[in-house]
């Protein structure tokens, strides 16, 4: 196949994809109240007690500002509290709450329904294949 003939398929596909899943993935979550990304902060602060803005804006790939915006949003619904460093009075950790541990569990059922739908079409072995080709794909891309 041409390169630039499968470099435009896999994009094309990659969009729509991309498409679906998020509007599925809306859907999905719309009863909690909570998006995806409010979702993976929660779900990375639940990992590492008081988490920094800025470690968590590295683990999910956005700037830090996207992540004071999501965190505004979940402290204000009661699912994370901010605590200033015992060490460094302007650093701000993240600590979910309760509330916080109780819709997280919620939505990942949620979250772990749907991509059990998703990936049926898909055997345990292509879905092992899938995920060693996007692995090689990242590699090779950021080694270029």
Not at 6 to 14: G, P, Y
Not at 44 to 64: N, R, W
Not at 72 to 85: D, I, K
Request: aromatic share 6%.
């Amino acid at each position: 196949m041409d390169v630039v003939l499968a470099d435009w398929r896999m994009r094309e596909k990659t969009v729509l994809f991309k498409r679906k899943y998020s509007m599925l993935v809306r859907e999905n979550l719309d009863p909690v109240g909570v998006t995806l990304f409010q979702l993976q902060m929660l779900w990375f602060i639940s990992k590492q007690e008081d988490m920094g803005t800025t470690m968590l804006a590295d683990k999910l790939s956005v700037k830090p500002s996207a992540v004071t915006m999501g965190a505004n949003q979940l402290h204000h619904s009661g699912l994370l509290t901010r605590v200033h460093s015992k060490t460094d009075r302007r650093q701000i950790r993240l600590r979910i709450t309760s509330e916080g541990e109780a819709l997280l569990k919620e939505a990942a059922g949620l979250y772990n329904q749907l991509a059990s739908q998703i990936f049926a079409c898909f055997s345990d072995h292509e879905k092992d294949m899938l995920i060693q080709l996007l692995d090689k794909l990242e590699e090779h891309t950021s080694a270029i």
